[in-house]
Each structure stands twice: as C-alpha cells, then as structure tokens.
C-alpha cells in the first residue's frame, strides 16, 4: 500500500508492507539549493514520525547521500531506482 504524508513538511510516498510502514520515498525532478530544504524537511518529519532511520529521495538523474538529524537520506536517479 501506498500513502501520502503531509504534517508539517510533506512526503509523496509512505510505503507499507504487512501493514508496517517499510519506506519513505521523496520525489523531486531536481536537487537544487532552491529546494533542498523543503524535500529534506518533507522526508526526515515523515521518517521521524514513522520511526525510521532511512529515506530515499529519487531525483531525474543525480545521486547522492545526506545525514539530517541521524537520518540516512539516499538521492538516486530515477533509472537507477526503477531497476532495484
């Protein structure tokens, strides 16, 4: 099942699995200074409140990796992603 999360930041995919949250997934055409922030604070404020530790965000073509507040945040492209 597939949910959306929005509470103070917004996250476009809350994935569960055996009715447990398994993953949190933010989607942004382009990681830029503009937005990072925003997709940042979207993903770790749904991470928080679920509990978990690690997020993904899919991006059109980057890659990358942050730490935010002792969260394991991936950045993959979209390719990459669809082929895992």
């Known amino acids: 099942e597939i949910y959306y999360f929005d509470m103070q930041g917004e996250c476009?995919?809350?994935?569960?699995?055996?009715n447990?949250?398994?993953?949190?997934?933010?989607?942004?055409?382009?990681?830029?200074p503009d937005n990072l922030t925003r997709e940042l604070l979207g993903l770790s404020k749904a991470l928080s409140n679920f509990g978990l530790t690690k997020g993904t965000i899919v991006t059109f073509n980057q890659s990358d990796y942050f730490e935010n507040n002792g969260m394991q945040i991936t950045v993959i492209a979209a390719n990459q992603f669809l082929t895992n």
């Open 20 to 32: 447990k949250i398994a993953e949190c997934i933010q989607v942004c055409y382009d990681l830029s």
């Open 12 to 18: 476009d995919f809350v994935c569960l699995k055996n």
